[in-house]
């Protein structure tokens, strides 16, 4: 068998940004008086976990050449996050997002600009010849020029053996319309990826609650394999195509610090595992030790442990 020449474990494409996560609990951002200020954007929060779990993750994305670009450079480069794919705009600002601090699914307010403005030439043909999995996000695909890039690149990537991934954290306020990114959706589910939802998602894009196997059925019926849906405290679905559905409880948390980036840190660890050509259950239970983790920190896993200990 010839050996893989695919060195990048996960090519994350999409939006990095600034978070800042209101310092006051569960209340709405019209309440919230402080905040404080985080690294954002699911695929660089995947990317970095990745990283941190000790896989090669290259991240493309896009930023102003403005300060808070500056501090997004900063922080991927101190965990060695290869940052020659991220591009500097002059025209334009780094995105930036005010989040509420919550125990539940948290209020945000995106300020968009730069995180939008992915072209191809940032994703070469020699990247996705080395790449194993190519990660992107239901908010990446919200806006042009990302939206046309990623889905075209998707393509590339599919066709050179590449699984894909997605996380569908579908939010309206990000849309022009549902039908259009229930259409985009259905563009990418036609390259099999490995599907990462939550109940919350799934509500906002079906505007209304759907029993779970029905949600199952609908991203099959598009030709996925893998479907896994998360349920917050009350655990996770996995459905695989014509196999009998995996349910597996959330670990028991005493405090939950923050919520913001545990679906990220959930599906870093799925993808860090299905690598590691894990099972689908032992995917799981890695996926669901590092969000307990990600539960019990406010912004991002923290840099004083070593996560890998806490995961095998």
């Not at 660890?269 to 689908?280: N, P, R």
């Not at 259950?281 to 896993?301: I, P, Y």
Request: proline share 3%.
């Amino acid at each position: 068998m010839k050996k893989s020449n695919k060195n990048i474990d996960i090519l994350c494409v999409g939006e990095v940004l600034v978070d800042f996560i209101g310092h006051q609990n569960n209340v709405l951002i019209n309440e919230t008086r402080d905040y404080h200020r985080y690294l954002g954007g699911s695929p660089a929060n995947v990317a970095m976990n990745c990283k941190r779990l000790g896989l090669n993750a290259t991240l493309i994305s896009t930023v102003g050449n403005d300060g808070f670009g500056e501090y997004i450079f900063k922080r991927l480069e101190e965990i060695n996050i290869n940052t020659s794919n991220i591009k500097k705009l002059e025209n334009k600002s780094t995105s930036v997002i005010f989040v509420s601090k919550s125990n539940g699914t948290p209020d945000f307010l995106p300020y968009r600009d730069a995180d939008c403005d992915i072209s191809e030439n940032q994703i070469t043909a020699e990247i996705l010849s080395q790449t194993k999995i190519f990660h992107t996000t239901c908010f990446a695909l919200s806006k042009n020029p990302a939206q046309t890039t990623i889905l075209k690149k998707a393509e590339e990537a599919y066709n050179k053996g590449c699984k894909l991934s997605i996380d569908i954290n579908y939010a309206k306020k990000l849309w022009s319309c549902r039908e259009e990114a229930l259409q985009v959706i259905k563009n990418y589910c036609q390259y099999n990826p490995l599907i990462k939802i939550s109940e919350d998602d799934m509500l906002r894009l079906f505007e209304k609650a759907l029993p779970h196997q029905e949600i199952f059925d609908f991203f099959h019926n598009l030709g996925v394999e893998t479907v896994c849906l998360t349920l917050g405290s009350k655990g996770v679905k996995l459905s695989q195509k014509g196999e009998k559905t995996i349910e597996l409880p959330a670990i028991k948390i005493e405090k939950v610090m923050d919520t913001t980036g545990a679906g990220d840190a959930f599906w870093s660890g799925f993808l860090f595992a299905y690598i590691k050509k894990k099972s689908i259950e032992e995917c799981l239970q890695v996926a669901l030790k590092l969000a307990a983790l990600k539960l019990q920190n406010v912004g991002r896993l923290p840099n004083n442990i070593n996560i890998l200990s806490k995961l095998l």
